[in-house]
Each structure stands twice: as structure tokens, then as C-alpha cells.
């Protein structure tokens, strides 16, 4: 059973309506980056060769194959620290309000409410790119009354129906206030 | 005159390596104990991660084994 997100700061009544990332492209791009990294040394490597081997010199077989893991180990990590940035930064939309989780480097982590519904004026969105177009991803743009006026959520998936859930749980939270 | 063990090389790099690793390992780890219940993909990531890992770094043995 998947078990449901709740923050120390919920209040009883409060609960998720939808869990916001960016979308799966955004790490695509920085997998095919790493792997592009990956193939350096296949480059790199006969190159640096043939300037040693004129110069008289020989390198062990061990040497290669060493410093060909260490690269490797390198951008496996790198991998997974890209990994961590794209799928630890979120954005939580409760039935109150959204939560904005912000993962900076390995232990800097920054929850904190974005806004409450009440202070929500606008919601738009848009497609900016070709890729963008066809994977269905783009920005949500969201204008308050509160001092820091503008949001900006950047390359979210399905960003349409993220608005639509943003626009009916504004609208049952101040028909609810209203009641009170 | 004392041949050179070219090894002696190698071994700060492992070192460097397996440091690397271990803060990595460390910090996913937290947050997998932490905020496991928000992040469930971390449960395949993990193990993913750690076989990699090992892998490559039995490789880099390899590689000073060799020398």
C-alpha cells in the first residue's frame, strides 16, 4: 500500500492532493550529458598514448584500466547526485496550500509553504519548446498578493492538469471559507 | 637502486574514490531513513547504486592489481 506524504507542520484536516516534479526529460538531458563524459577516455586515452609511447615511455595495461574505473566511479556518482537533485525537489499540493521542498547539495534541504490558497491570484501556464510540445512539460506561473509576487515552477510534467488541481483545491478551500 | 612501485600512484586516487563514495552512500542513506516514505524510488536506487559501485571499485583493484 503506498503510504501518504505528511509533513510535521499538516494540520489534521490537511492532506495531498498531488506531488509536482519536473519532468523525466530534465534528468534525461543531464544522463546523456554524463554518458557523452563516459566516452572521454575512449577518445582521450590512444591520444595520450601515442604522445608517450614517442617519447619513449611505457604505461602499464593497469594504468588504463585504473583510471578508466575511477572516471567511471566518478560519473556514476555524479549520476546519482543529479538524480538526487531532480527527484528530491518537489512541490506538494495540499487541500491548504503548497509546499514547496527544495533539495540543496546533499543535506540542505529547504521545506517551506509557498502560499496559501487565499493568496493565489493567478494561475497560468506554457509550453516553450519543441520538446516541451511533444513530452507535455512546460511552467506553471503563479501570481499572489504576497510580497514576492511571481512563482515559477519550471519544466513540470502534464503542467495543465497540475493547474486544474491547483484551481479546484483553490476553489473548494475559500467555498469552504466562506462557509465558516 | 630500488625499483619503483608504480602502485604508489594509483592508491591516493582509490583512496580519493572511496571517500567520495562513502559521503555519497552516507547522505543517500539519510534521506532514504529520513524521508523514505516520500521518496519511494529510493528502495530500487539504493541497491542500484551500491552494485555499481562495488563493481567499479573492485575494477580499480583490478587496475592496481595489474600494474
Known sequence: MKKEIRLKDFKPDEHVLIVVRHHWFIFFKDIIGIALLFFVPFFAVPILGIFITAGGLQIPTGFGFFFASFWALILWQMLFARWTDYYYDIWIVTNWRIIDVDQKGFFNRDTATLFNFEQIQDISTYVDTVIGTFLDYGCIQIQTAAAKREFLFKSVSNPRHVERVIRNAQEKFLGLKSRL | ?67
Open chain 2, 1 to 67: 637502486m630500488v625499483p619503483f612501485d608504480l602502485a604508489i600512484v594509483l592508491w591516493p586516487f582509490f583512496w580519493l574514490a572511496l571517500v567520495a563514495v562513502f559521503f555519497y552512500g552516507f547522505s543517500l542513506v539519510y534521506h532514504w531513513v529520513r524521508f523514505g516514505t516520500m521518496y519511494p524510488l529510493v528502495w530500487i536506487a539504493l541497491p542500484v547504486y551500491v552494485i555499481g559501485t562495488v563493481i567499479l571499485i573492485g575494477a580499480m583493484l583490478t587496475g592496481i592489481a595489474a600494474v
